[in-house]
């Protein structure tokens, strides 16, 4: 069992390190936009859009790598100063009451944006924007992410359930 939950760890980290490295390409984006718009006076739809595309898959597919890391926003007042049992369950409480029925919903009551966005080939609604199937793959990602989440807070109820045997 335990060699799965370290397998989902070791795929968030995977995950999110490797997507995190897509920052310098979006600052680059970002000042190749501003550069032609206001030095230029070019301005490209697609490009504005595959900035969002790419800040939006950064967000969506970090997210379990920052619950993996404890990196994730919480509110810290209390939380920092309790003893490790503490923490362990309300992090096993935590995941289990809250993260994973969230995900779970997140991630079936996504799945019909998703399907819909690849069967009428959903492409972007300003002239110039990006074409099929570039949203389509950005909405793909919800459900990925929703199900990344659930297993983490699986990942993380398994881990405060063994802190708290052995404490």
């Known amino acids: 069992m335990e060699v799965f ?6 795929l968030s980290t995977g995950l999110g390190k490797s997507v995190s490295k ?47 890391e404890d990196a994730h926003v919480r509110v810290d007042v209390f939380y920092r100063q309790w003893p490790e049992k503490t923490k362990s369950l309300v992090n096993l409480f935590g995941a289990l009451l809250f993260l994973c029925p969230f995900s779970l919903f997140l991630f079936f009551s996504s799945l019909d944006y ?18 099929f199937p570039f949203i389509s793959l950005l909405k793909t990602t919800i459900p990925i992410t929703a199900l990344m989440l659930f297993l983490q807070g699986l990942s993380m109820s398994y881990f405060s359930i063994l802190k708290l045997k052995n404490d």
């Open 22 to 68: 897509l920052y310098p390409l979006m600052i680059l984006l970002i000042f190749t936009v501003v550069i032609l718009r206001y030095f230029f006076g070019v301005g490209w739809i697609w490009l504005q859009e595959i900035i969002l595309w790419v800040h939006a898959l950064i967000f969506l597919l970090v997210a379990p790598y920052a619950l993996e």
């Open 5 to 10: 939950f370290r397998g989902i760890q070791s």
């Open 114 to 131: 998703v399907l819909t966005s690849w069967n009428i080939g959903e492409a972007s609604r300003d002239a110039g924007g990006l074409p």
